[in-house]
Nanobody, 124 residues
């Protein structure tokens, strides 16, 4: 049984930082590409960042603009998202997902393994 559990969300003031963590069990983590997505209130889910099993092919959503960093620790079966310079527009539920990379895009629909999400709220 594959499980993804996010943690690290919370309430932060604009300009602050948060580090999200996603712990993965039930699969050989080091073999899988991973990604973060988010869903702002009333909007569609959108891609935040992705990283290949090797740590390569890192991609970010256009809105990130150098503020976020995705990383992974294959020894701990964990993928991280360091978020700096947070803005109120970053308020969303953040999800991690197993997301195979097709050479251009991270594709969570190919496995449909998602975490339950963690709320990030940025106050102005």
């Amino acid at each position: 049984q594959v499980q993804l559990v996010e943690s690290g969300g919370g309430l932060v003031q604009a300009g602050g930082s948060l580090r999200l963590s996603c712990a993965v069990t039930g699969l050989t983590f080091r073999r899988y590409d991973m990604a973060w997505f988010r869903q702002p209130p009333g909007k569609e889910r959108e891609f935040v960042a992705g990283i290949r099993w090797s740590g390569g092919s890192v991609r970010y959503g256009e809105f990130v603009k150098g503020r976020f960093t995705i990383s992974r620790d294959n020894a701990k079966n964990t993928v991280l998202l360091q978020m700096n310079s947070l803005e109120p527009e970053d308020t969303a539920v953040y999800y991690c997902a197993v997301a195979p990379f097709d050479g251009d895009t991270y594709r969570p629909e190919r496995t449909d393994y998602w975490g339950q999400g963690t709320q990030v709220t940025v106050s102005s």
